[in-house]
Antibody, heavy 123, light 106 residues
Framework: QVQLVQSGAEVKKPGASVKVSCKAS????????MHWVRQAPGQGLEWLGI????????SYVQKFQGRVTMTRDTSTSTVYMELSSLRSEDTAMYYC????????????????WGQGTLVTVSS | SYELTQPPSASVSPGQTASITCSAD??????ASWYQQKPGQSPVLVVY???MRPSAIPERFSGSNSGNIATLTISGTQAKDEADYYC?????????FGGGTRLTVL
């Protein structure tokens, strides 16, 4: 069965960086795009960007350009999301989510989600 | 920037039909998907590409998209359908989420 298992909760100080992992299993890793979505406490969903695990290519929302980096390790079927220069507003649950179509024709959708990783930024 | 607008809340009586809207300019020319999120849980896909339903999702969930409005409809609403619902679409190469609608079943 498809599983996306994320790394554990993190507590970071302002200005630091955090790297969250998402290990995929139960399907061919390189056949699906992976997105990162975050949700601040009591708030809605916010998209951070997408990675193509096959090519390693990425696309980030402009708001996070220069602060977010998404990478993958095909040998372990794992994708990573690193966010730098953390501030209190980055406190949120971070999710990875799978998508077979990506931006192609605007048809992409998220059929499986990780369990979430809580990142807390506090001095 | 492109925005998807949802009402913050909606309510429905058990057994009745709930309709949750998502509006944006020419949304009907795009593909809308819907996610259900219960407290403390990850979102779950309930409708994709306007009106397609994943195999594990009950038939009472359906979707439509025309003009400027996409609609998620829940027929015969059950207490367990109480949750937050989010619409999602693509604007070129960017994913957009609606602000979410809290559905109360009372």
């Amino acid at each position: 069965q498809v599983q996306l298992v994320q790394s554990g909760a993190e507590v970071k100080k302002p200005g630091a960086s955090v790297k969250v992992s998402c290990k995929a299993s139960g399907y061919t890793f390189t056949n699906y795009f992976m997105h990162w979505v975050r949700q601040a406490p009591g708030q809605g969903l916010e998209w951070l960007g997408i990675i193509n695990p096959s090519a390693g290519s990425t696309s980030y929302v402009q708001k996070f350009q220069g602060r977010v980096t998404m990478t993958r390790d095909t040998s372990t079927s794992t994708v990573y999301m690193e966010l730098s220069s953390l501030r209190s507003e980055d406190t949120a649950m971070y999710y990875c989510a799978r998508d077979i179509l990506g931006a192609t024709g605007g048809r992409g959708y998220f059929d499986y989600w990780g369990q979430g990783t809580l990142v807390t930024v506090s001095s | 920037s492109y925005e998807l607008t949802q009402p913050p809340s909606a309510s429905v009586s058990p057994g009745q039909t709930a309709s949750i809207t998502c509006s944006a300019d020419k949304l009907g020319e795009k593909f809308a998907s819907w996610y259900q999120q219960k407290p403390g849980q990850s979102p779950v896909l309930v409708v994709y590409q306007n009106n397609m339903r994943p195999s594990a999702i009950p038939e009472r969930f359906s979707g439509s998209n025309s003009g400027n409005i996409a609609t998620l409809t829940i027929s015969g609403t059950q207490a367990k359908d109480e949750a937050d619902y989010y619409c999602q679409a693509w604007d070129s190469t960017t994913v957009i989420f609606g602000g979410g609608t809290r559905l109360t079943v009372l």
